[in-house]
Structures are given as C-alpha cells and as structure tokens.
C-alpha cells in the first residue's frame, strides 16, 4: 500500500550536497537549525538559522575554501562539536568538491594528529578556541595541513595559518570567480564522486578512515526514508523537529539526524551538550530523537525508581498502567488486533500514567525515536512503545554508511489497497503523527479517538515492530550469516571494494568475502518474519580456559538493566570462569545506604561495605539465575569511578574498549582471578 514518490529530492537528487540545495530552495525562509550560538558565540537563548541562510552561507564559505587553493577531491576536517556550522562547513568542502573528514572533539592530541596526517588534510575547522589550540600544537607535524579554519570568532590568530569563519566567508563573497566555481563543482558533484572520509572511533587498534560516496550516503536515505508511515508523511508534508546530541562526526548521527532531516526538510535543533540532553529535552519538546540505549534506559530507570516510591494507590495506578502496556505491546508484536476493553484500559493508562510520564521527560511530542550504536534492551524498548512511542531500532556499521537492517513500523506482508484501508492509514497520521506531534493524547480528543480507535482495529496491527530486534533487512541490501553466525552484507550504502579504508587496500581486502560481501564483525540470527538479533561481536567473544564462547554483551545489558548498576564490562578471556567490573548506579545506591544507615565518608569506602557488596551479589545472582552455567559471572569488582569517553574506556558512541579497560584496570581483574 506504499504510495509511489517522486519528485522529492532525496530520490531525484544525486548528491547530499544537491538534496541540501534543492531543499533551501524549496523551504527559503523556514527554520532548518536552532542551537544556543549567535554569529559563533555561545548564546542564552536558542537561536534559529533558515534554510536561505544556510545555503547562502554554505556557497560563500566553499567560495572561500576554493580561495584557499582547495582542489577537488582535497580534505578538508571538521573537528568541531555540534553547531549550525558544522554543517554549513561539511555543505561548503562537498560543494567545492572537496571531501569531509570529520573528527571527534574528543580525540586526544595523538589520534588528531594520526588522523589529520593519514587523510593529508589541507584546511581544518576547529570548533573553538580550546580545539584550535589543540589543532596548532599538533600542526607542525602535518606538511600538508595549510589553512586552520576557527569557527568561533579568532581575533588575535597566534599562527599565520589561522584564519577566522568570517573572514573565510568574506573572502568567498568577494570573488566572483570563486563563486562561479564553486556553482559549477557543485552542479557536477555525481554518485561516484566521495562525500567523506570517516574515521572508525574503534574498540582496539588505531582507527580506520572509510571512505564513502556520495552514493553510499543518498542511497542511505532513500532506505531509512522507505517506509509506509513516512512515505505518507513526506507526501502529506508533514515535517518535524529533532533533538540533535549524537556526534555529526559518527556515521548514525550524520545519516539519521542530519542527512534524514535534510531530506524531510525538518528542524534540526542542536542540543548543548550530552549532560545538558535532559534539560534541551524539556525546552525543546522534540518530535523525533536519535540517540543510543543508555538514554532511553536512564529514563526507564529513573521512572521505575520515581515509581518503587509512590505510595500506596497511585502504585497500585501506576503498575496497574504498566501491565495494560505490556499486554498491548505483545499483542502489537505479534499482528494481533486489540480488544476493545484492552484499548480503552491503554488509553486510561496514557491518560493516568503515561502522558504525565512523557511530559516530565520532555517526550510528550515525540512521535519517532531511533536507537542504535548498540543493543536496547527489550524490556526498556517494551516501556517505551507502552507509552506509544515507537524505538525503532536499527543496525549498521561506519562501513555501510549507517543502516544495514532496521526495526520501524512496518507492514510484514503487503496489505490490499482498499478504501478502508487507506482511510486508517491516513488516520493512523492524523493521530499517532499529527496530534501526538503536537503533544496532545489522540484518546482524550473525541474526533482523535475515534479515529485511533479504528485504525487500531483495522490497520495498526498489520504494521509490525519487534523489540528485541534491529529488523529486517533494508532495501536493496543482501544480508546473510557465515558458518559462524558473523554478519555478511553487500548493498549500495557499503563502501566499496575498490575504495575501502584509506591509504590501506590490504585492510580493504581483508574486510571483504571472496564474493564480495563486507564483514561486519558482527555475529547475529534472523527469526521467521527475517528479522535479526545481534548476538555480540566477533572479535569480543571470550573463550573460557574450559574451550566454552561467552558473549559478554548480553550479560553485560542483563546487569546493567538493573537500576543500582550504571556500567558492566564482563572479563574471562582465557580464564577459568566469567568475571565483572560494575559500576554502580551512585545516586541510587547512595539513597539506599541512607535508608539503611550506612555511614560512609566517599563512593571507595561506600562500595567496601559488606553491605554493598552482599546487595551486588544478589543482584549478580539474579542475572546468572538466567545464563548457562560457564556464562556465569562468579566474581565482581566495584568500581568508585565511571568509564567515560573522556578517560578513554569508551567510544564517543558510549562502547567500551575492552583493551583500554583491560590495561587500566589490570590489577583489579587478575584479583577477581587469585585463589
């Protein structure tokens, strides 16, 4: 029942950079960014940049570049937070024919430097005064980098190779000749032509840079475009606003918050910080949000500890609420239409519990939310769909541009093209999309309800999502297991063969099948309907000294879905049995031990009560209740600190790097193996 489109310029464009241009000139005067910045300076208020503007400013800027002596097929880095001019300079460097190499603000000296040298990067934009400092004291290490591009104002550049955002931009508008040329790079810019060259953060070893097409990234759209529920939006011109907190220099925050939106012709608001997500949240009141597992399952957590205190009826109320969701979502899972009392008890539900629950966490508009970058727990994707919020979940890897499968709302076999029909589909937007866009409850709206109440009836169960799962597999793309479960894709999103990892054809060859299939490093399974569960990677599977494989991520989601748990890195590579480092969840544990009478004087003291760890053990208890018993984790360690991205034991997309833990808290795991 899928609507053809055409004429859209995700479908009829050939480049990112065409889509971006073709939507400017479609939408003009329209918002497309908001972000707390105002002219490159930290603003109080949030402030809104149009489409006009932006392409404007992104020709004058790829004048500028071209000014500089930037040539077609030169790199140009982005090592900048999130801003509107993170994007206007990515739409600049593609425009004048250049390629994108974006890096994480995070990165360390030595990783800037490897990354800046590998790529022979010519100009690079540093975010502000801190990553343009950062980007000199490396600089003299790098003979091909010539231009430091500051996008926060530079008012005394301490180098000559220093030049500001705005004087770049003047630079562009002042030659007509730049101007002309870089309309003619941008008019020839085709699919073979490539986009970016993108850096793997990477759990062990130095990073990679994938190189991928202009192609590779517009055919990425076109699949996570490919749905019945948003094939009708786009048609129907219904638009809307995202929280964007992902990095733009990770392939799921380019494609999902930046590429997606572009070509829908939303709102794109930028989020402060990631510390600051919960805050923008609430100001923002998003109708979409990308982002990974943990935030979802801190808002799940919060809830259900908020909830463990309620007193006596409004408890009763709120798991009562809680049951009426869990039923609907199994009937939902498995194509079931809901009876009529069951209906009438959720939306009671969304009324008494959830509505409220939504509006606290500033998701009482959200009619999309996507996760990815790892696994989301069922149960935590289960919470969220009973408050009718639908995570579709989706997988994919830096190599294939983002999506290789994903998990949206979808028909499981085609549905005939009736009257009735599409009458529920255009309802089911009229309600789930629309109205709850809008933050109001569809039930609660006489007109609302009963058009919820039919499409519930007649359509809602023939679209299909499974928590549990990433999905099936998208359009276009042939996916399918080797002997030993791992991953194996081939489509137009997965870059290709004869470009691969640049500056390394013997890593490039080594990640392909003799066939042609990319190896994902993933070891995953497909259920009946074809949609697939990632199981763990292939390169992190323990082998016990007993010859047995454990999969440390699923144990790892099983302890940290508990709420006294925060993070989980499960050992026992080579050992005699399954071990783990946790950190616990403070704030929680900290309010028990006040309950308990625990005096302590910090968190090291705090974790060494034989309370505490008698509490964590029955807690490890629980979850080994449900592993065989050589998964099982016989030992554990407390730790008084958090990993973080910034002490280096994760990715920017929040994995752990096992070989840096491992390294760091060496002493602790061999004392979780003395007898």
């Not at 541009?401 to 009229?430: M, Y």
């Not at 029955?618 to 990993?643: D, T």
Request: charged residues 25%.
């Amino acid at each position: 029942m899928k609507g053809v489109i055409v004429n859209h310029a995700y479908l009829t464009e050939k480049s990112i950079s065409g889509i971006f241009f073709a939507q400017a000139e479609k939408f003009r005067d329209d918002p497309f960014m908001w972000s707390k910045f105002e002219r490159g300076v930290a603003a109080g208020k949030w402030v809104p940049v149009t489409w006009r503007e932006s392409a404007t400013e992104a020709r004058a800027l790829g004048a500028g570049l071209i000014e500089l002596g930037l040539g077609q097929g030169e790199r140009a880095a982005i090592f900048a937070h999130n801003r509107p001019r993170w994007v206007l300079a990515d739409q600049a460097v593609q425009g004048a024919g250049g390629v994108g190499v974006p890096i994480y603000p995070t990165s360390t000296d030595e990783q800037l430097a490897f990354i800046l040298k590998d790529c022979g990067a010519k100009v690079v934009f540093a975010g502000d005064e801190h990553l343009l400092t950062q980007v000199l004291r490396v600089k003299a290490g790098l003979p091909a980098l010539q231009y430091v591009v500051g996008m926060s104002p530079v008012e005394d550049p301490p180098d000559g190779s220093v030049i500001s955002y705005d004087s770049l931009l003047e630079r562009g508008r002042g030659s007509a000749g730049a101007r002309a040329e870089f309309e003619t790079r941008q008019k020839a810019l085709t699919g073979g032509d490539v986009a970016a060259i993108i850096y793997t953060s990477g759990t062990t070893g130095e990073p990679k840079g994938a190189v991928l097409t202009q192609h590779n990234f517009t055919s990425q759209n076109e699949m996570l475009l490919d749905s019945t529920i948003t094939n009708k939006m786009i048609e129907r011109g219904v638009r809307m606003s995202s929280l964007c907190h992902l990095p733009l220099c990770h392939i799921y925050g380019r494609t999902s918050d930046y590429h997606v939106q572009m070509a829908m012709g939303g709102q794109i608001w930028f989020a402060e910080s990631y510390q600051k997500v919960p805050e923008n949240l609430r100001e923002v009141r998003p109708q979409m949000l990308i982002t990974i597992p943990r935030l979802y399952e801190k808002v799940y957590e919060m809830v259900m500890v908020n909830a463990g205190k309620l007193p006596g009826r409004p408890k009763k109320i709120f798991d009562w609420s809680l049951r009426v969701g869990g039923e609907v979502v199994n009937y939902l899972a498995t194509g079931r239409p809901l009876p009529t009392l069951l209906a009438l008890q959720f939306a009671l539900a969304g009324v008494l519990v959830y509505g409220k629950v939504k509006k606290a966490a500033g998701l009482d508009r959200l009619v999309f939310a996507g996760s990815g970058g790892g696994a989301l727990s069922e149960d935590t994707n289960r919470f969220f769909r009973s408050m009718n919020v639908q995570v579709g979940e989706g997988y994919g890897l830096t190599e294939t541009a983002s999506a290789l499968t994903w998990n949206g709302l979808e028909f499981l076999s085609p549905v005939k093209d009736t009257w009735l029909n599409r009458t529920c589909l255009e309802w089911l937007i009229d309600t789930m999309v629309v109205m709850q866009g809008q933050g109001r409850n569809p039930f609660t709206h006489p007109v609302g309800g009963f058009k919820m109440t039919v499409a519930a009836k007649v359509i809602v169960p023939k679209l299909i999502q499974k928590p549990g799962t990433v999905g099936r597999v998208c359009k276009f793309t042939e996916v399918k297991l080797a002997d030993d479960g791992e991953i194996l894709a081939k489509g137009p999103q997965v870059f290709g063969r004869g470009l691969g990892y640049f500056n390394r054809p013997d890593l490039t060859a080594e990640a392909f099948t003799e066939d042609g299939y990319f190896k994902t490093g993933d070891i995953g399974e497909f259920d009946a309907d074809g949609y697939l569960k990632i199981t763990d990677r292939k390169k992190e599977l323990l082998v016990t000294a007993g010859g047995k494989n454990v999969a440390p991520h699923p144990i790892e989601l099983m302890l940290t879905f508990d709420t006294m748990i925060e993070q989980a890195c499960v050992v026992g590579d080579a050992k005699k049995y399954i071990s783990a480092l946790l950190v616990p969840q403070f704030e929680v544990l900290e309010e028990w031990a006040q309950g308990q009478g625990i005096a302590y004087k910090g968190r090291a003291e705090l974790i060494g009560r034989p309370e505490v760890i008698a509490l964590f053990q029955e807690k490890v208890a629980k979850v080994n209740e449900r592993l065989a018993r050589y998964e099982q984790v016989k030992k554990f360690k407390l730790l008084e600190a958090a990993f973080t991205e910034e002490t280096g034991e994760l990715t920017p997309t929040q994995k752990i790097k096992r070989r840096v833990v491992h390294q760091k808290y060496g002493r602790e795991i061999n004392s979780l193996y003395e007898d």
